[in-house]
C-alpha cells in the first residue's frame, strides 16, 4: 500500500513539475512575445517623431530662406571654368536646385532624374544647378553618368545660398532676385516633391 501511494506521490510530483515547466515555457514565450512588440513600437515610433523633427527642420529653413535677397552681381563659375555674374544665368523665372557634393548621393540622383523629366515638361533653359564642388573631373563624370543637359554652375560655400546640408529647390527672378517658393524634398515622401514641380509648373 505504501508503494503504491508513494507511485502517486512522485508521479504527481512529476506531473506538476512538468506543467509548471510547461507554464513557464508559456509565460516566457508570452513575455518575448510582448518584449518584441514593444521594440518594435518603440523602434516605429523613433523613426516617426525623427520624420516629424526632420520635416520641422526642413520648414525652419523655408521660412528661414524664402524671401532673402540675392546679390545680382553674384560671381559664380560654369562647369567650364569661366567666372561671371548670377543674373546673366536669370532670365525670367528659373527653378534652382541647390545641393552640395557633400549631400546624401541618394537623394540627390533622385532629384537629378526628377529634374530631367521635368525638364521636359518646362525647357532645359529655365533650370540651374547650384553646387558647391572641388573636383571638376567629378562634376564632368557626374553631369555625363546622369545626362544633365541643364547648367551646372559652381557657387561659393558663403554665399547666401549656404549649403544647409540637404539639396534644397527654389524660384529665382530676374526682377527681384530674391529666393522664392523654397521646398526642401524628403526621400521618405517623393510625392510631395512631385506635387511642388507641378504646382511650379503651373505658376
Not at 98 to 109: G, K, M, V
Not at 128 to 140: R, V
Amino acid at each position: 500500500m505504501r508503494k503504491i501511494q508513494n507511485k502517486y506521490f512522485y508521479g504527481s510530483v512529476i506531473i506538476f513539475l512538468l506543467l509548471s515547466n510547461i507554464y513557464a515555457y508559456m509565460q516566457q514565450k508570452e513575455a518575448l512575445k510582448m518584449q518584441s512588440f514593444l521594440l518594435e513600437l518603440q523602434h516605429k515610433t523613433d523613426g516617426r517623431v525623427g520624420r516629424l523633427e526632420g520635416i520641422n527642420d526642413c520648414r525652419l529653413h523655408e521660412m528661414n530662406f524664402n524671401g532673402k535677397k540675392i546679390t545680382p552681381n553674384l560671381k559664380i563659375m560654369n562647369i567650364r571654368g569661366e567666372y561671371i555674374d548670377l543674373l546673366d544665368y536669370v532670365v525670367g523665372n528659373k527653378l534652382i536646385f541647390r545641393y552640395s557634393e557633400l549631400n546624401c548621393s541618394t537623394c540627390i540622383d533622385a532629384q537629378i532624374q526628377n529634374l530631367n523629366e521635368f525638364a521636359k515638361l518646362i525647357g532645359v533653359h529655365n533650370i540651374l544647378l547650384l553646387t558647391t564642388y572641388q573636383n571638376d573631373i567629378y562634376m564632368q563624370r557626374f553631369r555625363k553618368v546622369n545626362k544633365i543637359k541643364f547648367e551646372i554652375l559652381n557657387i561659393d560655400q558663403d554665399s547666401v545660398l549656404a549649403d544647409i546640408g540637404v539639396p534644397y529647390f527654389f524660384i529665382l527672378t530676374s526682377k527681384e532676385m530674391r529666393i522664392q517658393s523654397m521646398f526642401i524634398p524628403q526621400k521618405e515622401e517623393p510625392k510631395l516633391t512631385y506635387d511642388y514641380l507641378q504646382l511650379i509648373r503651373e505658376k
